[in-house]
């Protein structure tokens, strides 16, 4: 079902960043039957826009407009299913397969539920179009939910830039809507760029509590 963007304007009312929220959570979304009337309403709607992140994020529109949905599909699967590097799910880039990513997922679904939002999609709820419909709805918890993951971001959206995907852009557009520069971010993002996200198994003793970030597969 294609979801109705909120209302924006061009510049940077307060409408913007939930516009720019909602209109990159359809664009991450995977490409199903409805995608040919998604990216037109996307569009219509970041067209509206005189924002770079508007211009980013109208870029990939350009570079997928004559790919149709099936081939799109077998792209967006080998793109984030195929890869732990390029995961969908926040808390991968947090936790890791390991006991620890339950409770992180259990207190975002706690998150969504006190602000009367429920997925419907039957994806995890870091899954992140989902976490950016809600910062589109909720936007303060929301963006709050986002800034806490921008290291993960960041580091999707260097592995994505790495792989010459155009979802890249969509992913750098979300990161430069988050408020202010975050060096301290940018360190965890590039230390998880060398190191990887933790691989212990569910089940076994946690991970050890240092870093932070989730497990892979865009459709888990």
């Known amino acids: 079902m294609i979801r109705v963007l909120p209302a924006a304007r061009a510049g940077r009312g307060p409408a913007v960043r939930p516009a720019l929220h909602q209109a990159a959570s359809l664009l991450l979304g995977y490409p199903d039957a409805d995608w040919p009337g998604r ?5 219509t709607t970041l067209e509206q826009l005189a924002l770079p992140e508007a211009e980013l994020m109208l870029g990939f529109c350009d570079s997928v407009a004559s790919v149709t949905p099936l081939e799109l599909g ?3 699967v080998a793109t984030f299913d195929r890869s732990r590097r390029r995961a969908l799910h926040l808390t ?3 936790d ?3 006991r620890r990513r339950g409770g992180s997922l259990a207190r975002l679904k706690g998150l969504f539920r006190d602000h009367g939002w429920e997925q419907d999609d039957g994806e995890l709820p870091d899954f992140l179009p989902g976490v950016l419909e809600f910062a589109a709805r909720c936007p303060g918890p ?5 800034v806490e993951h921008r290291a993960a971001l960041e580091l999707l959206g260097h592995a994505l830039a790495k792989f010459r995907s155009p979802y890249a852009d969509v992913v750098r ?12 971010d940018h360190a965890a993002a590039l230390r998880l760029a060398r190191n990887g996200p933790p691989t212990e198994t569910v089940g076994l003793a946690p991970f050890p509590p240092q870093g932070s970030r989730p497990t892979e597969g ?3």
Do not use: E, H, N, S
């Open 39 to 43: 990216l037109g309403l996307v569009r």
């Open 74 to 76: 077998a792209r967006y």
């Open 92 to 94: 991968y880039y947090t």
């Open 96 to 98: 890791g397969d390991t």
């Open 142 to 146: 929301g963006l709050a939910v986002l």
């Open 173 to 184: 557009a979300v990161c430069r809507t988050l408020p202010g520069p975050a060096p301290a």
């Open 218 to 220: 865009a459709r888990r």
